[in-house]
Nanobody
């Protein structure tokens, strides 16, 4: 089992940057593919991207590709989401999640563990 705690959200202007962190408890952090999702008001929670267990591979949805970067530090049990060139449409609650799946997945149902979420608001 793993517990996840996100941090780093806040208010930023259009074009700005934020870095979210997701700290995991437990000794088996490197056993999980880590995903990032976001949920805007009145909308479903949607996949943003994921990172492989070793950190060697990353995957992004088209809407954030080239602007967002996922990384992880297995020694620190932490995964990061660097967000650049932020737009008002990026406003949402951001969640990190962990899955024991062998390949990355975009489905929320495949992720067994979730953080509490952190609010990101991008002003125009």
């Amino acid at each position: 089992q793993v517990q996840l705690v996100e941090s780093g959200g806040g208010l930023v202007q259009t074009g700005g940057s934020l870095r979210l962190s997701c700290a995991a408890s437990g000794r088996t952090f490197s056993s999980y593919i880590m995903g990032w999702f976001r949920q805007a008001p009145g909308k479903e929670r949607r996949f943003i991207g994921a990172i492989s267990k070793s950190g060697s591979d990353t995957y992004y949805t088209d809407s954030v590709k080239g602007r967002f970067t996922i990384s992880r530090d297995n020694a620190k049990n932490t995964v990061y989401l660097q967000m650049d060139s932020l737009k008002p449409d990026d406003t949402a609650v951001y969640y990190c999640a962990a899955t024991v799946a062998s390949l990355y997945t975009t489905s929320t149902a495949s992720y067994a563990y979730w953080g509490q979420g952190t609010q990101v608001t991008v002003s125009s």
